[in-house]
Nanobody, 118 residues
Framework: VQLVESGGGLVQPGGSLRLSCAAS????????MSWYRQAPGKERELVAT????????NYADSVKGRFTISRDNVKQLVHLQMNSLKPEDTAAYYC????????????WGQGTQVTVSS
């Protein structure tokens, strides 16, 4: 299983970024996918989840109306479109999947840094 994030960077408040996660090594279209984030000195938190078919989505209250999660089951990609970014969105963002292989196992990407600052 491999999850590779990209798209992070430095952006001014009010700006936008689009994160991508390239997945491989498992039946991508079978599992829900999520984005988490972790700011310095804080616990990792769930940002958004999309169901296997891409129909159902859930968001943390802090990002509702600003972030959009989506997936492409053909290309095995998960995206996080982030608009109206705030300094408090600054964090490392991680792609996540939980897969059943003789029990549930969790997999994380290496993370991509998002910094919102003027």
């Amino acid at each position: 299983v491999q999850l590779v994030e990209s798209g992070g960077g430095l952006v001014q408040p009010g700006g936008s970024l689009r994160l991508s996660c390239a997945a491989s090594g498992f039946a991508f279209g079978t599992y829900a996918m999520s984005w988490y984030r972790q700011a310095p000195g804080k616990e990792r938190e769930l940002v958004a989840t999309v169901t296997s078919a891409g129909v159902g989505v859930n968001y943390a209250d802090s990002v509702k109306g600003r972030f959009t999660i989506s997936r492409d089951n053909v290309k095995q990609l998960v995206h996080l479109q982030m608009n109206s970014l705030k300094p408090e969105d600054t964090a490392a963002y991680y792609c996540y999947v939980s897969i059943y292989r003789v029990g549930w196992r969790e997999y994380w990407g290496q993370g991509t840094q998002v910094t919102v600052s003027s």
